[in-house]
């Protein structure tokens, strides 16, 4: 997934830098509609910071919990785009995200292991500002900026960590809009960090109680998603 980001970003780039002739435009009027629309797919990484207390339990354990990997996820949706100036336009991205992230507890003196596989299906709506740059030929690349209220369709209780369903992202990103004759195709790399203490403490809903100490030793845990669309307008 990183060497993806990687390649797609320095294509990205250099295609922009390196476009120095003046060519025939293609849908030169595009961009000053008031209002343009389209799709997009996409692949993501999530990934959960969490912050460990250090609980120890009756019997003296101390439980710490991590999430050393990354899994590929994807999401779909749909773009709205309102002309504000030459330069701003304003987005609404209706999307959807599946996806997911392991948390691996370890108990500090004897080693054991614990897993969890925390599954996310998010319905979220992106609301961003775009900030693009003059459109040079056939390209015209962009900064974009805003926030991404999420719900989580997919929690599960009765597990060692049980998420909040609700959470709000501040979304950072670069992109490139490329016209070619019949639509525009916009690749777009964004960074998500989570507002939200994600980790719901109100266990209730377990009915083994021995799983409450995976709750007890985690403070708090705040989601960040690295994302990776591609729009076609």
């Given at each position: 997934?990183?060497?993806?980001?990687?390649?797609?970003?320095?294509?990205?780039?250099?295609?922009?830098?390196?476009?120095?002739?003046?060519?025939?435009?293609?849908?030169?009027?595009?961009?000053?509609?008031?209002?343009?629309?389209?799709?997009?797919?996409?692949?993501?990484?999530?990934?959960?910071?969490?912050?460990?207390?250090?609980?120890?339990?009756?019997?003296?354990?101390?439980?710490?919990?991590?999430?050393?990997?990354?899994?590929p996820g994807f999401n779909?949706?749909?773009?709205?785009?309102?002309?504000?100036?030459?330069?701003?336009?304003?987005?609404?991205?209706?999307?959807?995200?599946?996806?997911?992230?392991?948390?691996?507890?370890?108990?500090?003196?004897?080693?054991?292991?614990?897993?969890?596989?925390?599954?996310?299906s998010y319905i979220s709506?992106?609301?961003?500002?775009?900030?693009?740059?003059?459109?040079?030929?056939?390209?015209?690349?962009?900064?974009?900026?805003?926030?991404?209220?999420?719900?989580?369709?997919?929690?599960?209780?009765?597990?060692?960590?049980?998420?909040?369903?609700?959470?709000?992202?501040?979304?950072?990103?670069?992109?490139?809009?490329?016209?070619?004759?019949?639509?525009?195709?916009?690749?777009?790399?964004?960074?998500?960090?989570?507002?939200?203490?994600?980790?719901?403490?109100?266990?209730?809903?377990?009915?083994?109680?021995?799983?409450?100490?995976?709750?007890?030793?985690?403070?708090?845990?705040?989601?960040?998603?690295?994302?990776?669309?591609?729009?076609?307008?």
């Amino acid at each position: 997934m990183k060497r993806v980001l990687f390649i797609t970003l320095t294509i990205l780039l250099a295609t922009c830098a390196f476009a120095q002739k003046r060519k025939v435009q293609n849908r030169p009027y595009i961009d000053q509609r008031k209002f343009h629309y389209g799709f997009l797919i996409g692949m993501h990484t999530q990934d959960l910071q969490l912050v460990n207390n250090g609980f120890i339990t009756a019997d003296g354990q101390t439980w710490f919990a991590d999430t050393p990997e990354y899994s590929p996820g994807f999401n779909i949706g749909v773009l709205g785009e309102f002309y504000l100036t030459n330069h701003l336009a304003f987005r609404v991205i209706p999307s959807l995200y599946f996806g997911d992230k392991t948390v691996v507890f370890k108990e500090q003196a004897t080693g054991e292991v614990h897993r969890q596989q925390i599954k996310s299906s998010y319905i979220s709506v992106p609301l961003n500002l775009k900030f693009s740059s003059e459109r040079f030929n056939n390209y015209r690349p962009y900064l974009m900026a805003g926030i991404n209220p999420v719900y989580d369709l997919g929690v599960k209780r009765r597990n060692a960590l049980l998420m909040k369903s609700v959470d709000c992202y501040i979304e950072l990103g670069l992109g490139c809009d490329f016209y070619l004759p019949f639509f525009k195709f916009i690749p777009e790399l964004k960074f998500c960090f989570g507002l939200s203490n994600l980790i719901d403490k109100d266990r209730t809903d377990l009915t083994d109680l021995s799983l409450l100490k995976f709750t007890e030793s985690v403070d708090k845990g705040k989601s960040r998603m690295i994302v990776l669309t591609f729009y076609f307008e």
